[in-house]
């Protein structure tokens, strides 16, 4: 495997389930990042961590959990979510310390998320 | 407040044709910029960056982007449009976060069609 990989691409939920998406980064990357990508508006930056440690944390419900076990490997656990929450999911890493100015983001497919 | 506006919502051109997406962006300091490309059901593809020499700065799949600081824009141009550029392509800045880091703000992106 090569870049950033996500798990599952696509994933179908209830209300009350409970479910968690994996990024695995294969690029030697400091930092890691969550996106949401939802129809007509613009990308909305979720969790940001950086070597391990949660850097930014951008108003993010509390429904959505973040975990960084280690540089390479970014979870994000789902629980109790609303049909609004239906979206793209991106991760990202970046080789810098996260937030520099030069850093550089690359990207994984998605997870495509659908709460019914 | 920092922004990036991307003018165009959908634009369709012939195949061969040639291409150039507006992006223009708000920020008082000096800029780091990017082309990113989303082919659907995909994760963002970066095609180029931008941050300091050179203003014209060449890219991936033959695309190209020029930065002219007077009109605080950066576009994106082709000379020639193949039906495999059909995507979505997303102009993002990386802005101060206001917490001594900074991250990608994001334009809503431009949907590109091809026509035979």
């Known amino acids: 495997e090569t870049g950033v990989t996500q798990t599952p691409r696509h994933l179908v939920m209830g209300m009350t389930n409970k479910k968690s998406l994996k990024c695995e980064q294969h690029l030697g990357h400091n930092a890691m990042y969550w996106y949401k990508q939802s129809a007509k508006k613009p990308l909305e930056l979720m969790f940001v961590y950086s070597l391990e440690e949660r850097v930014e944390n951008n108003s993010v419900p509390s429904r959505f959990s973040p975990e960084c076990p280690n540089s390479s490997h970014l979870f994000l656990h789902l629980h109790t979510l609303q049909p609004e929450d239906s979206a793209l999911y991106l991760c990202?890493?970046?080789?810098?310390?996260?937030?520099?100015?030069?850093?550089?983001?690359?990207f994984g497919p998605g997870t495509r998320l659908t709460v019914l | 407040a920092q922004s990036v506006t991307q003018p165009d919502i959908h634009i369709t051109v012939s195949e061969g044709a040639s291409l150039e997406l507006r992006c223009n962006y708000s920020y008082g300091a000096t800029p780091y910029l990017f082309w990113y490309v989303q082919s659907p059901g995909q994760g963002l593809q970066l095609l180029l960056k931008?941050?300091?020499?050179?203003?014209l700065v060449q890219g991936i799949k033959g695309f190209e982007a020029e930065f002219k600081r007077s009109q605080s824009s950066f576009n994106l141009r082709k000379p020639s449009v193949h039906w495999s550029d059909a995507a979505e392509y997303f102009c993002?800045?990386?802005?101060?976060?206001?917490?001594?880091?900074?991250?990608?703000?994001f334009g809503k992106g431009t949907k590109l069609s091809v026509i035979p």
């Open positions: 990202a890493s970046s080789p810098g310390l996260a937030g520099g100015y030069t850093d550089t983001q690359y």
């Open positions: 993002a800045v990386n802005t101060d976060s206001g917490a001594g880091s900074y991250q990608l703000t």
């Open positions: 931008y941050f300091s020499g050179d203003t």
